[in-house]
């Protein structure tokens, strides 16, 4: 059953929830689910499958590379300078083949300290606390109530395996969290909950979630490209 993010409904057919946002949610759409929307008659088998829905889209506007020397918590110049780069309006397809959609589980807010039970770790989406994880690099895990409130408010959340991170991959990471602030825009870096990772890295926004097993600053800048303040309640791209 798909929940809409806009309003209470729900229906039980993905096309009736589409056909649903452009009739009356068309100005309030963010940019991912806008491309849902105009490009549901475009392909079948399109369903929630993220690749497709990326592969529909034409032209990746590039917006350029920007070099620049920095300090984030004693690290030095980027590795290659890909984290300090102005997104594109879109991701490269290619690299994120292997992104997958999840359903909305919801968006109710609940008091801080609330047991809540997510069908996934990480969790996606969900109900969550009133306070948001600000962006940055954290070295200890965060309650998911507050990581979940930052997904809805369009941050890109980045877990990373204790036992796999190297230096330099420390260093990429601190510098995407230093480049992306902000409410509606952050990215936030905290180990894994997870006793047993399914991956090294898993890199998550509001019900997306990519797995990958060696770090590829790349990579992650395209799913920042793709979900970087994006999520349902106040998307700013």
């Known amino acids: 059953m798909a929940e809409c993010d806009y309003c209470d409904a729900s229906f039980d057919d993905?096309?009736?929830?589409?056909?649903?946002?452009?009739?009356?949610?068309?100005?309030?759409?963010?940019?991912?689910?806008?491309?849902?929307?105009?490009?549901?008659?475009?392909?079948?088998?399109?369903?929630?499958?993220l690749a497709v829905v990326v592969?529909?889209?034409?032209?990746?506007?590039?917006?350029?590379?920007?070099?620049?020397?920095?300090?984030?918590?004693g690290s030095d110049v980027s590795p290659d300078g890909i984290e300090a780069a102005a997104l594109n309006e879109s991701g490269d397809s290619e690299r994120l083949a292997a992104v997958e959609q999840f359903?909305?589980?919801?968006?109710?807010?609940?008091?801080e300290g609330t047991?809540?039970?997510?069908?996934?770790?990480?969790?996606?989406?969900?109900?969550?606390y009133n306070g948001a994880t600000e962006g940055g690099f954290y070295t200890e895990t965060q309650p998911?109530?507050?990581?979940?409130?930052?997904?809805?408010?369009?941050?890109?959340?980045?877990?990373?395996d204790e036992s796999a991170i190297d230096e330099e991959t420390r260093t990429s990471l601190r510098e995407f969290a230093a480049t992306h602030t902000g409410t509606w825009r952050s990215v936030i870096v905290v180990p894994n909950p997870s006793?047993?990772?399914?991956?090294?890295?898993?890199?998550?926004?509001?019900?997306?979630?990519?797995?990958m097993d060696s770090y590829d600053a790349r990579t992650v800048h395209a799913f920042l490209s793709e979900f970087l303040g994006r999520g349902p309640e106040n998307p700013v791209r």
């Not at 592969?55 to 918590?73: D, K, S």
């Not at 047991?115 to 969550?128: A, E, M, Q, V």
Request: hydrophobic share 30%; aromatic share 8%; net charge negative.
């Open 14 to 49: 993905e096309d009736d929830y589409l056909d649903h946002l452009a009739d009356s949610h068309d100005g309030e759409l963010g940019a991912i689910d806008r491309r849902r929307v105009d490009s549901r008659g475009g392909d079948e088998e399109s369903g929630l499958s």
């Open 144 to 160: 998911p109530g507050n990581i979940v409130h930052g997904l809805e408010h369009g941050a890109v959340v980045i877990y990373y």
């Open 103 to 111: 359903q909305s589980e919801g968006r109710e807010h609940v008091s």
């Open 195 to 211: 006793d047993d990772p399914e991956s090294d890295y898993v890199l998550t926004a509001w019900r997306h979630r990519l797995y």
């Open 115 to 128: 047991d809540i039970d997510y069908n996934r770790t990480p969790p996606l989406s969900g109900s969550h």
């Open 55 to 73: 592969g529909a889209v034409g032209v990746v506007v590039a917006l350029g590379a920007v070099l620049y020397l920095t300090q984030f918590a």
